[in-house]
Structures are given as structure tokens and as C-alpha cells.
């Protein structure tokens, strides 16, 4: 070994895997290997072997890409941190979106594996008990920290940061809320909490629907519940310190209303509000776009299609469209039928002209670059309001908590 270092038998981890997919009909093998390369190359900064290998055997075109965990020079190997596959993403969208192609702008979770679905099945699972218990807490809740309160009465450790993770008495660790399914994210948990907030007619702070992301423009996090972590053991040295992180949490909050002008809970909301419909309004607006690019994709590819087979086709015709000539050219005739039907279902007497297509593809990809930019803008305002709105309403729920610890002594 170059390094002296000896790898350990069984635990070494010798490549790593890539999957990269497109939509279907919109790219040809050959430009998505290339893309897949690009991506390789990006991400590994030409460090380490790879290979790219393009599948066909799906309806959509896709890559596998599979890199050596060591470096070419064999003095390095690669770092796999939480946070790679992100990385990943980022690199595959820009350069899809450079050259036109579709991606998703708001990725789904993953499905479960077969470990979690047998443990459900078995009735072991620590996902299936926390969403039963969430069923059960959250009709009863004002707000979402009322609802981690109440979790936590249940006997659930919460864990606050970048996503809300809950651990049960015995389980070894978290679950995030947002890896049980969409309609467990908080987005979606806030949603139904403003929802019986609305029906139940209380009068409250509306709560977040979704977590915010940390950004150089603003740093606020959750407020630290300092008599849950005193009721822990915590010292008074470490009440103090809570106390000053509480207050510098709230005070970025309020320089941010001090300069927009808000002086209520109610302009507040509306702030959020409004932040929320321009995202929603800039997400319908990138979805209408792509959602054109992927056909007027599909309409090129029959063209091509079309124009490729119209030959074999007319011998076919020509012949009397005998059985051993269609065994011979049988998916050449198959595409050809297929891109006749899509012509007829666009009640066109004309096949539209390559150029034109071309041309409108072009002006659809600027304005996808554009409107993704907008999309991602107005998606961090949304999340910006929200953690003021959070941090404001976090505040007032202390501040209730004091005034009724001083007007009880």
C-alpha cells in the first residue's frame, strides 16, 4: 500500500453507486451518458475512476454511476458525509437544467426498505407505534409546540435542529417526522394544526408550516424550552446560558419585524401568508413550464421517430404488408403507428416543422433557468417568515409561562 494504511477485512469500502434518472422520452442514451459523465466528473473533481453505464430497460432513461472509493494517486479516499447525496442532486439539477432537461424541484422521501416493512408487518416497528401516537396527540393540540409537549408526555425524546427527530423509551435512535411520509412533515403536521386552530375557532399565533432552512440572512432556531432541560439536570450555569441564547434568538427576530414595519401577530401572519402564496404561485408557475417542455419533448422525439421509420414503413405498404416483413421491421413499424396515432390525437394535418419546436424549446428552457431561480427565492423568503413567526410565537409562550410562574408565588 502507497499510504502503509491496510484495509479492514469485510468493512473496507472499495466503490460507491449513483443512480441518475430522467424523465421519460425527453433524452436520448446517448446525451444522458453524457450528463452522467459530466456529473462524475464534477463531483469527483477527476480524482477517481468511474464508469458511467446508461440503461434503457426502463420507460425512463437512466445512469449508473460507480466510482472508486480511492483516489487515482491512491493517497486519498472519499469522505461519504451526511449530506453527499444533496450534494449530488445539486450538481445533477444545474446541469440538467443548463441543458434544458426536467428535474424535480421538491424530491420526494424515499419509500420504506424491507427491514422497516417487515418490522411494521410484525407490529415492531418504531415508525408504525410513532405514527399511531401522533394520530393520537395531535387532535388535541393548539399549536406545534404544544404537540412536541404533548409527544413528550407520551414518553418521546425530541431532538430540535434542522429537521424535529422524536426517540421512544428503548429505541436507539431518532426518527425524523419527515421520514414517516409526506402527510407526517411539517409542513403537512402544520397544516392540520392551523386546520383545527380554524375550526376550533382559538385565537393563536399561527404555527410554521414547515421547518426554515439556516441561511446567511437569518439564524434563528427553535427557542430553548429551559425548564425541560433544568427538569434533566441541567445547572443553573446552564440556565443562564439558555436564557441569553433565548433572547438573542428573539432579538433577530424582532429587528427583522423592526425593519419591515410589522408591529402585530396579525401583520405577521399576513407577512407569512403572502410569503407562502408567492412560493406556491412561483412552484405552479415552474411546474406549468416543464410541464410544456415534456411535451412539446415528446412531440420532437415521434417526429424523429417518424421520420426515421417512414421508409420501412412505406415498403411495408408497398409489399401488402406481408407477415415475414413485419416479423423483420416489426418495432420500426410499431414506432412508426405510434407516432402516426400522437399526430392524429394533435388534430394536426401537418407534422409540425423541427426548427419551430426547436425554437420553442429553446425560449421554455430560459425562462425553466429563470423561473427555478424564482422558485428557490421565494421558497427561502417563505421559510424566513416562517422562523420569525416561530421564534415570535415560541417568545410569547415563555413569556406566558413566566407570567403565570410570578402571579403564582
Not at 440572512?217 to 436564557?243: H, N, P, V
Not at 411546474?287 to 420532437?300: D, G, P, Q, V, Y
Not at 394536426?348 to 419546436?357: N, Q, S
Amino acid at each position: 500500500m502507497i499510504t502503509g494504511r491496510q484495509p479492514k477485512h469485510g468493512k473496507d469500502v472499495i466503490a460507491y453507486h449513483v443512480r441518475q434518472a430522467f424523465y421519460p422520452g425527453e433524452i436520448t442514451p446517448k446525451e444522458a451518458n453524457r450528463i452522467g459523465y459530466e456529473l462524475a466528473m464534477q463531483f469527483t473533481g477527476g480524482r477517481h475512476q468511474f464508469i458511467v453505464a446508461t440503461h434503457i430497460d426502463k420507460a425512463h432513461v437512466h445512469n449508473h454511476i460507480v466510482f472508486n472509493s480511492t483516489t487515482l494517486d491512491c493517497t486519498h479516499k472519499f469522505n461519504n458525509v451526511k449530506d453527499t447525496a444533496d450534494l449530488i442532486r445539486d450538481i445533477s439539477d444545474r446541469i440538467c437544467l443548463e441543458k434544458g432537461y426536467s428535474v424535480i424541484a421538491e424530491p420526494e422521501e424515499k419509500g420504506k426498505d424491507y427491514a422497516e416493512w417487515n418490522a411494521e408487518k410484525n407490529g415492531t416497528s418504531w415508525k408504525a407505534k410513532l405514527k399511531k401516537t401522533i394520530g393520537k396527540v395531535l387532535p388535541g393540540c393548539c399549536d406545534f409546540e404544544d404537540f412536541l409537549r404533548q409527544m413528550q408526555e407520551q414518553g418521546y425524546e425530541v431532538k430540535r435542529g434542522k429537521y424535529i427527530s422524536l426517540r421512544a423509551p428503548g429505541q436507539n435512535r431518532f426518527t425524523r417526522l419527515k421520514t414517516l411520509g409526506p402527510e407526517y412533515t411539517d409542513d403537512a403536521i402544520g397544516a392540520e394544526l392551523e386546520r383545527l386552530r380554524t375550526s376550533n375557532s382559538r385565537t393563536t399565533i399561527a404555527v410554521p408550516s414547515r421547518k426554515f432552512e439556516k441561511s446567511s440572512t437569518l439564524d434563528i432556531s427553535f427557542l430553548i424550552d429551559i425548564e425541560k432541560k433544568l427538569s434533566e439536570g441541567k445547572g443553573r450555569g446552564y440556565e443562564q446560558w439558555a436564557k441569553v441564547f433565548n433572547i438573542k434568538q428573539m432579538a433577530s427576530a424582532l429587528l427583522i419585524l423592526r425593519e419591515e414595519g410589522i408591529g402585530s401577530t396579525e401583520q405577521l401572519e399576513e407577512r407569512q401568508v403572502k410569503a407562502t402564496a408567492v412560493f406556491e404561485q412561483a412552484s405552479d408557475e415552474l411546474k406549468a413550464t416543464e410541464s410544456e417542455i415534456r411535451e412539446l419533448r415528446k412531440m420532437k422525439q415521434h417526429i424523429l421517430d417518424y421520420g426515421r421509420t417512414r421508409e420501412v414503413f412505406a415498403e411495408y405498404q408497398k409489399r401488402g404488408k406481408p407477415d415475414d416483413y413485419l416479423e423483420m421491421h416489426r418495432a420500426e413499424i410499431q414506432i412508426h403507428l405510434a407516432a402516426k396515432k400522437v399526430f392524429e390525437e394533435y388534430k394536426t394535418k401537418r407534422i409540425p416543422k423541427l426548427k419551430d419546436l426547436n425554437a420553442r424549446l429553446l425560449v421554455l428552457s430560459n425562462q425553466q433557468k429563470a423561473k427555478y431561480e424564482k422558485y428557490r427565492e421565494a421558497r427561502k423568503e417563505m421559510q424566513r417568515w416562517q422562523a420569525v413567526q416561530q421564534s415570535v410565537h415560541s417568545s410569547l409562550n415563555q413569556l406566558e409561562k413566566e407570567k403565570h410562574r410570578g402571579g403564582s408565588r
